[in-house]
T-cell receptor, first 115, second 113 residues
Framework: AQSVTQLGSHVSVSEGALVLLRCNYSSSVPPYLFWYVQYPNQGLQLLLKYTTGATLVKGINGFEAEFKKSETSFHLTKPSAHMSDAAEYFCAVSDLTGANSKLTFGKGITLSVRP | DAGITQSPRHKVTETGTPVTLRCHQTENHRYMYWYRQDPGHGLRLIHYSYGVKDTDKGEVSDGYSVSRSKTEDFLLTLESATSSQTSVYFC????????????FGDGTRLSIL
């Protein structure tokens, strides 16, 4: 079965600083990977996804992520944090062991942005 | 935003009572999912559906049942609610296919006293 590890539960950065949120996955086959963001009292919103092709994926709100097969990683970055980026972020991997379409989520990371 | 409506958005009820949560979509997506979100656990899949009357269990299905009689509606039922089922419940939809993302509703906050 696939799994996702998001180390740490909370990251704090200053406004304007680099954002780096880590995600490592476990998969026996080439994975499909997703990052979601959740703002308070809302559902999850898709930030970006990697399926095949280019390993550097750009998403909404200036975020991007790079798929590194050798490191089994899919870390999320943003060059300059904005106050509005404060939210919870989830990494997910698609289930490739069955005929049906499912996602396995990490436990999430809360991003705080200091003025 | 994906056309997903969850109802109710908030509910408080007592232990032992039945509870039904509704997810309604206007996107005609084949797949629908129910998750629960709890601090420290992320999102955990309860049940999912891959078509009308076609459902399967997720990782935390005990104490929950689902039904899907129409493409657009997916119901989650707690037959006899317990305090451990206090959580935020999210519905999601997908076109299906491993490269397709899921799209989420705004959640139902359920408190069982």
């Amino acid at each position: 079965a696939q799994s996702v590890t998001q180390l740490g539960s909370h990251v704090s950065v200053s406004e304007g600083a680099l954002v780096l949120l880590r995600c490592n996955y476990s998969s026996s086959v080439p994975p499909y990977l997703f990052w979601y963001v959740q703002y308070p009292n809302q559902g999850l919103q898709l930030l970006l996804k990697y399926t095949t092709g280019a390993t550097l994926v750009k998403g909404i709100n200036g975020f991007e992520a790079e798929f590194k097969k050798s490191e089994t990683s899919f870390h999320l970055t943003k060059p300059s944090a904005h106050m509005s980026d404060a939210a919870e972020y989830f990494c997910a991997v698609s289930d490739l062991t069955g005929a049906n379409s499912k996602l396995t989520f990490g436990k999430g990371i809360t991003l705080s942005v200091r003025p | 935003d994906a056309g997903i409506t969850q109802s109710p958005r908030h509910k408080v009820t007592e232990t032992g009572t039945p509870v039904t949560l509704r997810c309604h979509q206007t996107e005609n997506h084949r797949y629908m999912y129910w998750y629960r979100q709890d601090p420290g656990h992320g999102l955990r899949l309860i049940h999912y559906s891959y078509g009308v009357k076609d459902t399967d269990k997720g990782e935390v299905s005990d104490g929950y049942s689902v039904s899907r009689s129409k493409t657009e509606d997916f119901l989650l039922t707690l037959e006899s609610a317990t305090s451990s089922q206090t959580s935020v419940y999210f519905c999601a939809i997908s076109l299906g296919g491993r490269n397709q993302p899921q799209h989420f509703g705004d959640g139902t906050r359920l408190s069982i006293l």
